[in-house]
């Protein structure tokens, strides 16, 4: 005989799933995940946010896949260079992705010399710095390192308070679209430039925090509560020994000195080599090892496999030959 579940046990079933689907969305917003699907996109508008930044909007005409705040697209520029950028539009609208480039170097000046329907091929999105709303939460943003942050601050719920600083309010992109009451504009040109315990003001909860860094490492040093952060420029070698690239089709030997990357030595003697994060995520660099050991010994030693390595992070022992 098949006894019905008493009204107590369908209760509890009930709470279970509720409680079970409650540990997957939290467990999606903190897993970085990538489409690895290319999309053709084309620019629908090119838009001035502030100096030297300028914003894309990218559509199809068919829904994108979706997405959550703190996201970025790998975007494939005309040269065959790759770099990342993160989407700071609304993630509810599945038929666009907004982007903004400040212009740095090649790559941005390709974004920057784009116009309306051009096309372009993105990979993504994919999420290296998920946002969990807390009940108390800082936000502190340096000049275009708002592109992750806006989406957050959109979504934010609770106690929350963003630090936007940058050089000048003219350096400054999305002004207008940060609720006043709970942004603090902060400039160099007003403030002088900014110090990490000024800006954490005692704070012990939840920062997320995107910009030049400089601001990065205070910060680092300073706050003692939970720290989510993105770089996009390399962070510093640290602990890194001395060892040589040795360019296979030249013969050339180059010493990589212990504060530097193995790309940005090849780089000066390859300016073409293929790179796009510089923290170790991508792949991009991936160049194929044909002599010499990995070094598993100090700096960073992730991301090699057997016979190739990402030249951005990972470091030899001695003399290392690469395919290059
Ligand atoms: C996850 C991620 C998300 C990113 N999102 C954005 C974004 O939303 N908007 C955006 O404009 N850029 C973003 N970037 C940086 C972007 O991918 C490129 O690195 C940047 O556009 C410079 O590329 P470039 O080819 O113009 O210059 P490169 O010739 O590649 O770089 C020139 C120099 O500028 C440094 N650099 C890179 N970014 C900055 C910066 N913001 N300030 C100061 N120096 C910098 C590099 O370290 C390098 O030394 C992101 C990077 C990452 C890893
Ligand atoms: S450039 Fe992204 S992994 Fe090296």
């Not at 540990?23 to 001035?48: F, G, K, M, P, Y």
Request: charged share 25%.
């Amino acid at each position: 005989m098949i006894v019905p579940p008493s009204p107590g046990l369908r209760r509890l079933a009930r709470a279970a799933e509720h409680y079970h689907r409650w540990i997957i969305s939290r467990s999606r917003d903190v897993r970085v995940r990538a489409v690895n699907r290319d999309l053709r996109l084309r620019v629908e508008r090119v838009r001035r946010e502030a100096e030297d930044v300028v914003s894309l909007r990218l559509a199809n005409g068919s829904p994108l896949p979706t997405w959550r705040p703190g996201s970025h697209l790998d975007v494939h520029l005309p040269s065959g260079r790759r770099r990342q950028y993160s989407l700071c539009g609304d993630p509810a609208d599945r038929f666009s992705y907004r982007i903004a480039v400040r212009r740095i170097g090649a790559g941005s000046a390709e974004l920057h010399a784009l116009t309306e329907g051009d096309e372009l091929t993105v990979r993504g999105p994919r999420n290296a710095f998920p946002y969990a709303p807390a009940d108390r939460s800082l936000f502190i943003a340096g000049g275009i390192g708002i592109t992750p942050i806006l989406p957050m601050v959109k979504a934010a719920r609770g106690d929350w308070r963003l630090i936007y600083c940058g050089r000048s309010r003219d350096s400054l992109p999305f002004l207008d679209e940060l609720p006043e009451d709970r942004v603090r504009i902060r400039t160099d040109d007003e403030h002088g430039v900014p110090d990490a315990a000024e800006l954490l003001d005692g704070f012990d909860g939840s920062v997320y925090l995107c910009g030049p860094a400089p601001l990065l490492e205070a910060v680092r040093r300073t706050h003692h509560g939970p720290l989510h952060f993105e770089r996009f420029a390399p962070p510093p070698v640290v602990d890194g020994r001395p060892f040589e690239v040795e360019l296979a089709r030249t013969g050339d030997v180059l010493p990589v000195p212990a504060d530097a990357s193995a790309l940005s030595v090849v780089q000066e003697r390859l300016p073409g080599v293929a790179y796009s994060c510089r923290q170790g995520f991508c792949g991009t660099c991936r160049v194929r090892v044909l002599a010499g050991e990995v070094d598993h010994r100090g700096g960073a030693t992730f991301g090699h496999t057997e016979d190739s390595m990402l030249i951005c992070v990972s470091r030899g022992t001695g003399r290392i030959t690469l395919d290059l």
